[in-house]
Nanobody, 114 residues
């Protein structure tokens, strides 16, 4: 099983980034997928989740209206479009497959700073 995140980096406040998570080694289209983040000194928190067929999503209050999660089951990839980024969005962002138990990616750093 592999989950490989990409697309992180340094961006100015108000900017945008699109994260990708490429999955392999399991039945991607059967799994709910989530994005989590962890800032220094803070607990890991779920940012967004999308069900297996993409028909339903939910978001943390802190990112509603700014972030959009989507998936392409033909490409075994889940995305996180992040707009209107704020310094408090700075964190390592992780891709996660499943619900109570599942698979984690290695994370990608997002830094929002001027």
């Amino acid at each position: 099983v592999q989950l490989v995140e990409s697309g992180g980096g340094l961006v100015q406040p108000g900017g945008s980034l699109r994260l990708s998570c490429a999955a392999s080694g399991f039945a991607f289209s059967r799994y709910a997928m989530s994005w989590y983040r962890q800032a220094p000194g803070k607990e890991r928190e779920r940012v967004a989740r999308i069900i297996s067929n993409g028909g339903s999503t939910n978001y943390a209050d802190s990112v509603k209206g700014r972030f959009t999660i989507s998936r392409d089951n033909a490409k075994n990839t889940v995305y996180l479009q992040m707009n209107s980024l704020k310094p408090e969005d700075t964190a390592v962002y992780y891709c996660y497959a499943g619900f109570s138990s599942g698979y984690w990616g290695q994370g990608t750093q997002v830094t929002v700073s001027s």
